[in-house]
């Protein structure tokens, strides 16, 4: 961990991994106990009950939705359970359970966007009232906030934007006060409210961009995002079982890292620590001795080769039509016909009569399938050819000032001779060079490439 001066204020973040039981939670609270100027404490939902409850918001059959709530029920209460004085909050636990039981039937006669968001909530509020008595239990003053007071975001729901404004002042007229009585601020991430009321959330992986919201908020000097693996790697550790730990990445190459696939940080986590400069520490919540990656917004001779990244799942959608060629306004009409469709397009190459793109996904809890809609499908049909590809991947190699090194192309694409290459993105950014391939090659593309860009 780095260290911290006196006058700091640290806000933590512990994600469903570091409060998936009992021990979990005691593990994370060791963690911000051993550091007194963590004030503020930003949860997800204990490990597994975010899916479960995403599950129920689609409309179970009775059945499933029973046997869902039961295993959300053994998740929390294997928590309750241990406490000393289990009878404080298990009446609490028990009306959220009610209330996640209540909505998952009324998803059963018809679902909705508001509905999945006020549904969901439930696991970063039972996971907050959990960890607030285990702190309790240890005779530490805390109090439980409901972060939706100040987190206002708009009602686009399920990946809801949030208004920074209305968060700085509702931050220092509610927040604030609270923090200057002295007590440990245990608050939800993920979950916000629209101007009526209704519970909204941040798309999935928005508790960290939560804590990077309130502490851009309340100013402070550092946010710290505890999770299952001890910071940054060179690439995924499960990929490549001899990737490295990067100590010091900026956040441009940690944004590029976590917007290309990488699971650590998700990627709008760092727009507010960037415009208020605010370092961000990743380490594990297993293992707080092992170290971490500390962010920032510069580092002393950053490397032509920094990472690797990996995101699978991706579709190709390929656009052929004669009246391209030597046209205008093609392309204008395609990404008019896709934005109508809120869709938003991630890679894309051009020729003379084709356009290749990929679909952007990240931080939704689409996937490409799904935003590939027959009305969407049909819409382009009626503008030119289109043909659909699936079971892709996409690599990204992230570094600095790629576009202006010499030889880059030789040393990536001359040991990936043996493999197919559908798609190149490259020049377009200097901070990564992506291209896409078969996903049954993707994980030895990638070992190929850290073996020789980062291993010799």
Known sequence: MPTTTENTLIIAKFGGTSVADFDAMNRS?????????VRIVVLSASAGVTNLLVALAEGLAPAER?????????????????????DVIRE???????????????????????LTDELVSHGELMSTLLFVEILRERNVPSEWFDVRKIMRTNDRFGRAEPDCDALGELTQSQLQPRLAQGNLIITQGFIGSEAKGRT?????????????????ALRVNRIDIWTDVPGIYTTDPRVVPAAKRIDLITFEEAAEMATFGAKVLHPA????????????????????????????????????????????????????????????GFLAEVFSILARHN?????????????????????????GDSLLSSALLTELSSL?????????????????????????????FGVLEPFNIRLICYGASTHNLCFLVPSSDAEQVVQTLHRNLFEE
């Open 29 to 37: 609270a060791d963690i911000v106990l051993t550091d007194p100027n």
């Open 66 to 86: 029973t046997a869902n709530l039961d295993k959300i029920r053994q998740i929390q209460y294997a928590i309750v359970n241990r406490l000393t004085h289990p």
């Open 92 to 114: 609490e636990i028990d009306r959220m359970l009610d209330n996640v039981a209540r909505l998952s039937e009324a998803t059963a006669l018809a679902t909705s966007n508001a």
């Open 200 to 216: 909204t959330t941040l798309g999935r992986g928005g508790s960290d961009y939560t804590a990077a919201l309130l502490g851009e």
């Open 269 to 328: 986590t760092l727009l507010p620590a960037v415009r208020s400069d605010i370092p961000v520490f990743v380490g594990s919540s297993k293992d707080p001795a092992a170290g971490g990656t500390l962010v920032c917004n510069q580092t002393e001779n950053p490397p032509l080769f920094r990472a690797l990244a990996l995101r699978r799942k991706q579709t190709l959608l390929t656009l052929h039509s004669l009246n391209m060629l030597h046209a205008r």
């Open 343 to 367: 869709i938003s397009v991630d890679l894309i190459t051009t020729s003379e009569v084709n356009v290749a793109l990929t679909l952007d996904t990240t931080g939704s809890t689409s996937t």
């Open 384 to 412: 030119c050819r289109v043909e659909v590809e699936e079971n892709l991947s996409l690599v990204a190699l992230i570094g600095n000032q790629l576009s202006q090194a010499c030889g880059v192309g030789k040393e990536v």
